[in-house]
């Protein structure tokens, strides 16, 4: 089998062998009588999955709950051919624990039914009845291993459940490496046999972070070891709850299955929503940096009803945020540039005078950091240094010395005599900006925005609470005090909550950009979950071109500061390019040393491992390590490294090292990326080395504010 990842849920479509598990209250009804068109749906999507060439296994409940109808039934008949005793429903009735008796008479008929069903798409199916004994035999695993293994080659769909009719298992007492219900057979099946996705069906559409029933209940998008949540009452039916279902999960994705999903197996479209990588249900993914800033998300079209109440009062306090921004906004633009640049040096001069407490409230946020195990990339981020202070309060300072942005006249047309028509800058509006856990940044944004009078709701990583916490204070007291009282300090909104996120994105008559710094897997769910515009990046794949003509100096300098000044940051190099030349020359092999003497793991192709210059292969050229390793690849010609970048680049920041001029304009005319350097590192793509100041991310669109987007970029205009 392919090695498949996913690290989003867009991979999600390139799973291919699946496990679905259906459990007892979504292919039974409350009575207990099979539920024809819910199973229906998971054949029907089942049978299409298998068709794209997919390989698909089914773990299902229900046998239980079927047979106990049977039972009722038969024991019914026999009553009523005895006249001479009274019918007693204790005398045919499963009691409430899981009856073997039940299970024998509901296996056969539920898993007819399933046949049957599967017959009319043409699928073939098989049955396998497994115990925990099973498993704790490594002899008989191996050969369910075997043999579903053998089935699946053949286009056939395994359907698993538990044997109850033989283990009676009736509790969660788990032997050794077994299962106690079909959430963790599901779970020990994925893994055994190397899934690349696990769905698990279940009655409610995804996992919430406390009891579905709380007012406050929020369903979460991503989860991950780190994520918690509280465990509210399981189901009427089956054994697995939720925390069954979220301990299973975990499991399956310590023994190797890429995803996990839990959704509502209720809902028809279930599987193929899943599949196409919608916000649907609660996807589970080994923890790791892409999936840092998650968000957590409440799927509008399946819902709880008693959830309603809850969905009205978050939009409201979303809205009453974002109103509260642009009242403010309308307020700062009718004051003067002198007091907007007062507000900024008030700003500036606070944070200079409080450091000690700025920097007491982020090792507070670091320890928490570090306790959690946030990995090492992340952390370097979080940490506040002096350095970074005073880099912060510069920035500031520079950004009140820029020229006044506001109500400047960009164009002046004389239409007649008595007409004049002028077009006058003028803010954007009010901007929902989702950073990354890189507390300096809100100081930062919020004196672009309020530079150039945008209104400013702002989300940051939640490992930076205490960080982002005090310089929120800092930003409203400067406001109110060096205003007068003028402009509120709610021009610059702070909410905390993952959860905030979904009602905010849906506020587009009152929010006007949005604006996600953070991993790609965040920016995608910006895109794909809200009407606002989106201004940002997804990836900062950057490239060094080292050329023929390079001088040798120069392009080690260039090659490690692009990779090892800051590996984690977006204008990172994370490929490097060497022109044939360079391998004959030396040259290449004294820049990868440069690398490895700074601790840069190198990756590359098959032909420069060939050559002996990379430690290992690269797996995708299309990779943002953000850390200290990096791609290289061997090119013949400077055109071979202008289609490398057009394929694998995400239009961020790329670099030609070379002393030839014509072969650096061909490659500046050339590569079309909103940041392209002849002999500069890749991190002088910053907003505060371009003499922005600071900046409020980095945009790779093709219209609009392109590159490290400071002031400048935060206006539109009016004619």
């Not at 003028?426 to 150039?452: D, K, N, T």
């Amino acid at each position: 089998m392919a090695n498949i990842k996913i690290s989003s849920r867009r991979d999600i479509c390139n799973a291919n062998r699946i496990v679905i598990k259906a459990g007892t209250s979504i292919v039974s009804t409350p009575l207990g009588y099979p539920s024809l068109p819910r199973i229906a749906h998971i054949v029907e999507h089942a049978a299409d999955l298998v068709r794209a060439g997919k390989e698909v296994i089914i773990v299902t409940s229900g046998a239980v709950g079927v047979g106990k109808q049977k039972l009722r039934y038969q024991g019914m008949n026999r009553a009523s051919g005895k006249c001479f005793k009274a019918i007693n429903e204790a005398d045919f009735l499963c009691p409430k624990s899981y009856n073997a008796a039940c299970a024998a008479a509901g296996q056969l008929g539920l898993m007819s039914l399933y046949s049957t069903m599967f017959d009319q798409h043409d699928i073939a199916t098989s049955q396998l009845l497994l115990t925990s004994f099973d498993f704790a035999s490594p002899d008989r695993c191996k050969n369910i291993q075997n043999v579903m293994e053998q089935l699946l080659r053949l286009g056939i769909v395994p359907l698993l459940n538990e044997n109850d009719a033989v283990s009676a298992n009736q509790g969660y007492e788990l032997f050794g490496n077994t299962f106690s219900d079909n959430d963790s057979l599901a779970s020990l099946v994925a893994g055994g046999m190397n899934a690349d996705l696990l769905i698990l069906l279940t009655d409610v559409d995804g996992v919430y972070d406390r009891p579905p029933s709380h007012p406050q209940a929020r369903i979460i998008n991503t989860y991950t070891h780190k994520t918690g949540f509280e465990v509210g009452d399981k189901s009427a039916q089956g054994r697995g709850g939720m925390g069954a279902k979220v301990d299973a999960a975990l499991k399956a994705i310590d023994r190797g299955v890429k995803a996990v999903v839990i959704a509502a197996g209720g809902h028809p479209e279930t599987i193929p929503r899943i599949l196409k990588g919608e916000t649907w249900g609660t996807l589970f993914l080994e923890a790791h940096d892409e999936i840092e800033e998650d968000v957590i998300c409440v799927s509008e079209d399946f819902n709880p009803g008693e959830n309603d109440q809850m969905q009205d009062c978050a939009m409201e306090q979303a809205r009453a945020v974002a109103a509260s921004a642009r009242e403010g906004s309308r307020a700062l633009q009718r004051v003067d540039s002198e007091t907007r640049n007062l507000i900024l040096l008030h700003i500036a001069e606070l944070i200079d005078s409080k450091r000690e407490e700025i920097l007491a409230a982020n090792q507070e946020d670091v320890d928490k950091a570090t306790m959690e195990g946030i990995s090492v990339q992340i952390l370097k981020r979080l940490k506040l240094t002096k350095q970074k202070l005073d880099a912060l309060v510069d920035g500031i300072r520079s950004i009140s010395l820029q020229m006044e942005p506001l109500r400047k006249v960009l164009s002046r047309t004389n239409i007649s005599d008595a007409l004049v028509l002028d077009k006058v800058s003028c803010p954007i509006g009010v901007l929902l900006v989702i950073f990354e856990a890189r507390p300096e940044c809100l100081p930062q944004i919020a004196a672009c925005a309020i530079r150039s009078g945008n209104g400013l709701v702002l989300k940051g990583g939640r490992e930076a609470e205490k960080s982002n916490e005090i310089f929120h204070s800092i930003v409203t007291s400067a406001i109110t005090l060096a205003s007068g009282g003028k402009v509120p300090g709610g021009i610059v909104g702070l909410v905390t909550s993952r959860s905030d996120i979904p009602p905010l994105l849906k506020q587009d008559d009152v929010i006007d950009l949005v604006i996600p710094r953070g991993s790609s897997s965040l920016v995608r769910y910006i895109k794909d979950n809200t009407r606002i515009p989106v201004m940002g990046h997804a990836e900062g794949i950057c490239h060094v071109y080292v050329d023929e003509a390079a001088d040798i100096n120069t392009a080690v300098a260039i090659t490690v500061d692009s990779k090892v000044d800051y590996p984690s940051a977006c204008n990172a190099a994370e490929t490097v390019l060497f022109h044939r030349s360079t391998v004959d020359s030396g040259l290449a092999t004294a820049v990868l040393n440069g690398l490895k003497g700074a601790g840069v793991e190198i990756l590359g192709s098959e032909k420069v491992v060939g050559l002996g210059l990379a430690d290992r292969r690269v797996e995708d050229f299309n990779t943002e390590y953000g850390d200290l390793a990096v791609s290289v690849e061997i090119v013949d010609s400077v055109h071979e490294a202008v289609s490398h970048i057009h394929k694998y680049g995400s239009a961020h920041t790329d670099c030609i090292v070379t002393q030839d001029k014509d072969t650096a304009e061909y490659f500046l005319q050339e590569v079309d990326s909103a940041c392209v350097f002849h002999n500069a590192s890749t991190r002088f793509a910053d907003g505060y080395r371009f003499g922005l100041g600071a900046e409020v991310g980095v945009s790779t669109s093709r219209t609009g504010p392109r590159g490290p987007v400071g002031v400048e970029g935060l206006l539109s205009f009016k004619w």
